[in-house]
């Protein structure tokens, strides 16, 4: 596969190292690759937003930005902690 098709598909995230190395120990588990992993919470999550079963604006993480260009953050830190022990 030429470069610029495998690099068609790459996006890059600010991601915190805890982030990081969840995904890296879910892809070892399985067995997969981690941007597969990554890929695939991202599709669970995305249909989760999608079908409204899960409010962004409601989970209180965001924060007044620094810069021109977004109007909020979102707290990274303090989305870890609520989700870190979360279940359906």
Do not use: C, H
């Amino acid at each position: 596969m030429p470069k610029q098709d495998r690099n068609s598909g790459r996006a890059s995230y600010d991601l915190t190292p805890e982030i990081k190395q969840r995904i890296k120990d879910i892809s070892v588990e399985l067995g997969v690759p981690q941007s597969q992993v990554a890929a695939l919470l991202l599709l669970m999550s995305l249909a989760e937003v999608e079908a409204g079963q899960v409010d962004l604006f409601s989970l209180g993480l965001l924060k007044k930005s620094d810069s021109p260009a977004y109007q909020y953050v979102i707290d990274l830190e303090k989305a870890e902690a609520l989700f870190k022990n979360w279940r359906r």
